[in-house]
T-cell receptor, first 112, second 116 residues
């Protein structure tokens, strides 16, 4: 069945460091791919998405490219800030039906 | 309200008791999902409601779990005879008509259940 595997955390970075959180998926057909973020004390919210191969989603300085050849959707940011400290979830929406599958989440802490 | 509202935010119960968790989706959202998030685990799908269609219950882990959605709006997740392994954060999400293709799920802040 469809699934998502993402890099385990926790990840601790200094401010202005480069961030990569790896995400790979298994799915039939052409799923849509997402990154959600959960800030401390808040609910999950959509960070960015890509709905077809080679699409690049971007928001708040974060980017992720839908790579079908490597079944990946890695999250990157060139210069993290303390305010980026959160848990990040990679997710896919199955190409048929209305199921969403989430990774286990990666906790990021950015220190000044 | 402006967002998805869940209650209670925190619930501590004794093993064997029944609990009810409530979700009030954003007004006008026709699709509603329940997920469970256990410590160190991803989000586990439980159940999905879409309008007046029969719900997709394929994720419910046992017959102790049930959910209903009254009037196409508020949903209640019921766990009977709770067990310690039911301890988790239960998340509700909703999405408006036509949004499923874009994947914009709107999440509540969750109900944290602790079974002693």
């Amino acid at each position: 069945g469809d699934s998502v595997t993402q890099m385990e955390g926790p990840v601790t970075l200094s401010e202005e460091a480069f961030l990569t959180i790896n995400c790979t998926y298994t799915a039939t057909g052409y799923p849509s791919l997402f990154w959600y973020v959960q800030y401390p004390g808040e609910g999950l919210q959509l960070l960015l998405k890509a709905t077809k191969a080679d699409d690049k989603g971007s928001n708040k300085g974060f980017e992720a490219t839908y790579r079908k050849e490597t079944t990946s959707f890695h999250l990157e940011k060139g210069s993290v800030q303390v305010s980026d400290s959160a848990v990040y979830f990679c997710a896919l929406r199955a190409s048929t039906g209305n199921q969403f599958y989430f990774g286990t989440g990666t906790s990021l802490t950015v220190i000044p | 309200g402006a967002g998805v509202s869940q209650s209670p935010s925190n619930k501590v119960t004794e093993k064997g008791k029944d609990v009810e968790l409530r979700c009030d989706p954003i007004s006008g959202h026709t699709a509603l999902y329940w997920y469970r998030q256990s410590l160190g685990q991803g989000l586990e799908f439980l159940i999905y409601f879409q309008g007046n269609s029969a719900p997709d219950k394929s994720g419910l882990p046992s017959d102790r779990f049930s959910a209903e959605r009254t009037g196409g709006s508020v949903s209640t997740l019921t766990i009977q005879r709770t067990q310690q392994e039911d301890s988790a954060v239960y998340l509700c999400a909703s999405t408006p008509p036509g949004a499923l293709n874009t994947g914009e799920l709107f999440f509540g802040e969750g109900s944290r259940l602790t079974v002693l």
